[in-house]
Nanobody, 115 residues
Framework: QVQLMESGGGLVQAGGSLRLSCEASGTISGNVMGWYRQAPGNERELVATIFPRGPTNYAASVRGRFTISRDDVYNAVYLQMNSLEPEDTAVYYC??????????WGKGTLVTVSS
């Protein structure tokens, strides 16, 4: 079973930046990876995905501000977050989707953006 661990969350002022990291216990080279987030009282929502050869997708709310990337040598995926807004406050989760469509999740890292 793949283990995922997020890091890099914290408290930042509006307009600031954070870089989240997700490390996997095994190879991720053939998998779609993603970042999701869940704010208090809300359902978990997709933030960004990155496919094995590099193509990416973003939620409209973060497009142009966030950048997802991957390093298959280190089995890691990253989320660079710029121009952060209070609405970005949430627990951010790393996701791996297996070939069979099964989802694996990290425990999450909290991002808090103050106004």
């Amino acid at each position: 079973q793949v283990q995922l661990m997020e890091s890099g969350g914290g408290l930042v002022q509006a307009g600031g930046s954070l870089r989240l990291s997700c490390e996997a216990s095994g190879t991720i080279s053939g998998n779609v990876m993603g970042w999701y987030r869940q704010a208090p009282g809300n359902e978990r929502e997709l933030v960004a995905t990155i496919f094995p050869r590099g193509p990416t997708n973003y939620a409209a709310s973060v497009r142009g501000r966030f950048t997802i990337s991957r390093d298959d040598v280190y089995n890691a995926v990253y989320l660079q977050m710029n121009s952060l807004e209070p609405e970005d406050t949430a627990v951010y989760y790393c996701n791996l989707r297996s070939f069979r469509g099964e989802d694996y999740w990290g425990k999450g890292t909290l991002v808090t953006v103050s106004s």
